[in-house]
């Protein structure tokens, strides 16, 4: 079946301007995570939704970051007055609820580059 | 900060040799798993061991938790080249089975033919 996918690929965006990284996560998944991933780094959690409970957002950096998901599918993550030192790679992951819903999926990510 | 530090930051073998890498993590956990992360991209989970367990086996892979020193290790055997890839633990906090992972900054793994 389909996986976590992810668009774009690649941005490269100019300082001071809005963008928006899309996740579609796996049909039936109801938790659905973003995290950010600098060069030569680790994962770094920004926000995570399960199902209709309120998102946990405490990973966001600045209230420049902001998400929405629809229901329990597509999911945006939107950076205002992007910033260099946002540049990083982009990942989104689904999860079941039940289950082996411990393993998460993740997309291939969004390589983000600000100039 | 990150939850989870692992070392070697980066390992260069020869293939069929066994690759063990090490995870410290600072918190009470839940669970840890292992992922791995081919060319920069997307993670694939390996395999998960609870707080309560101590070793768990999965093919060639074994992993160990010793929780009174809050740390893992991820064993490797036979390896291939094809098992080149950068590898995070990650550990999972709070009631719940599953929810946001906290990564460790990972190992870079270099399988020579």
């Known amino acids: 079946g389909a996986g976590v996918s992810q668009s774009p690929s690649n941005k490269v965006t100019e300082k001071g301007k809005d963008v928006e990284l899309r996740c579609d996560p796996i049909?039936?998944?109801?938790?659905l995570y973003w995290y950010r991933q600098r060069l030569g780094q680790g994962l770094e959690f920004l926000i995570y939704?399960?199902?209709?409970?309120?998102?946990?957002k405490s990973g966001l950096p600045s209230d420049r970051f902001s998400a929405e998901r629809t229901g329990e599918s597509v999911s945006t993550l939107t950076i205002q007055r992007t910033q260099q030192e946002d540049s990083a790679v982009y990942l989104c992951?689904?999860?079941?609820?039940?289950?082996?819903?411990?393993?998460?999926?993740f997309g291939p990510g969004t390589r983000l580059t600000v100039t | 900060s990150q939850q989870g530090e692992e070392d070697p930051q980066a390992l260069s073998i020869q293939e069929g040799e066994n690759a063990t890498m090490n995870c410290s993590y600072k918190?009470?956990?839940?669970?840890l798993q292992w992922y791995r992360q081919n060319s920069g991209r997307g993670l694939v989970h390996l395999i998960l061991?609870?707080?309560?367990?101590r070793e768990k086996h999965s093919g060639r892979l074994r992993v160990t938790l010793d929780t009174s020193k809050k740390s893992s290790s991820l064993l490797i055997t036979a390896s291939r080249a094809a098992d080149t890839a950068s590898y995070f633990c990650?550990?999972?906090?709070?009631?719940?089975?599953?929810?946001?992972?906290?990564f460790g900054q990972g190992t870079i793994l270099t399988v020579h033919p």
């Open positions: 992951a689904s999860s079941r609820s039940s289950g082996r819903a411990y393993e998460q999926y």
């Open positions: 049909s039936g998944h109801t938790a």
């Open positions: 939704f399960q199902g209709n409970s309120a998102p946990d």
């Open positions: 918190t009470s956990i839940n669970n």
């Open positions: 061991i609870r707080s309560n367990e």
């Open positions: 990650a550990t999972l906090t709070g009631g719940t089975s599953y929810g946001k992972l906290t």
